[in-house]
């Protein structure tokens, strides 16, 4: 007798002619199957953010000397902050987005943004009667066709209330948030993105941040313009891409890896034993 996954199978010297030999080599191979199954995601459960490997690029966001940092109340000049999606998510029917603190020990509920296009808002109205939604006060849901580039979204950030008293309910003077993505076809989840977390704060002081990251106090400020601001934006998609191109391949690798560990797991299982028609059929597929 041997056990294998919790079930014990006898092994007989001669091959086996009743249904119930059968019937045990039968469930084995769906108990070995069912190893290959993804373990749902939930984007509310900071340890399965943590283990996203896609990632989300934050659009107009600015840095401070903790990282990532939005400031809700500096000057626009049409820098709308934003989130640009995964190209895994460009034939998505719909995409739940979701923002959330970062932090283990926090439930407290975190409002989502203002889309910067009020059309959006009537669009989300629509998917949340077509596809039955409920969406909690931290989501939204956007279609990627009517996007720009498909990827592309823009919020409103002085209408965005995320500083307002999350520092006592983390114990920390700056939380850190974090904006979540996950894609839908057929009703079904299958992929997801997190973005970088990052702090907000209520206007930029720069001369104090450069001098605290050890950098020159001295800036000179150019000139924006429609046309600058035109050409830095289609630079900062540029970015994005190549961000997300690397991604991608860091996430393939990890497939690769993934999947190889597994495969050699089934191969060796069904190698044991010979008498076992259906392991061998799995065997020479996997060969």
């Not at 704060?201 to 001098?211: C, G, P, T």
């Not at 800036?219 to 970015?239: D, F, G, N, Q």
Request: proline content about 3%; glycine content about 4%.
């Amino acid at each position: 007798m041997e056990s294998v996954l919790g079930k014990r199978v006898s092994y007989d010297s001669e091959p086996a002619q009743d249904s119930d030999d059968e019937s045990d080599d039968e469930s084995v191979v769906d108990s070995l199957m069912c190893l290959l199954d993804d373990v749902e995601y939930d984007p509310s459960s900071k340890s399965d953010r943590d283990d996203c490997k896609l990632k989300m690029s934050l659009i107009n966001f600015g840095t401070c000397k903790n990282g990532i940092c939005l400031y809700r109340d500096g000057s626009v000049l049409g820098d709308y902050i934003g989130i640009s999606l995964p190209e895994t998510m460009k034939d998505a029917e719909y995409v739940r987005i979701g923002v959330y603190l970062n932090h283990h020990r926090c439930v407290t509920s975190v409002s989502a943004p203002t889309f910067r296009i009020p059309t959006m808002s009537a669009t989300q109205d629509e998917m949340v009667k077509q596809y039955g939604l409920t969406l909690g006060k931290y989501e939204l849901v956007v279609r990627p066709s009517t996007l720009e580039n498909s990827q592309v979204v823009y919020f409103k950030s002085r209408a965005w209330e995320l500083s307002r008293d999350f520092s006592e309910a983390v114990g920390q003077q700056w939380p850190k948030f974090v904006i979540t993505g996950t894609a839908y076809k057929n009703k079904k989840s299958y992929t997801h993105a997190v973005s970088n977390e990052f702090e907000v704060r209520s206007k930029e002081q720069s001369v104090k941040n450069k001098a605290s990251m050890g950098l020159s106090v001295r800036c000179v400020k150019k000139r924006r313009t429609p046309e600058t601001e035109a050409r830095a934006s289609k630079l900062r998609i540029v970015h994005s891409k190549i961000i997300e191109m690397r991604q991608r391949l860091q996430e393939e690798m990890q497939k690769e890896s993934e999947y190889s560990i597994r495969r050699n797991f089934i191969v060796s299982i069904t190698g044991s034993e010979a008498k076992c028609t259906k392991c061998q059929e799995i065997k020479h597929l996997l060969y």
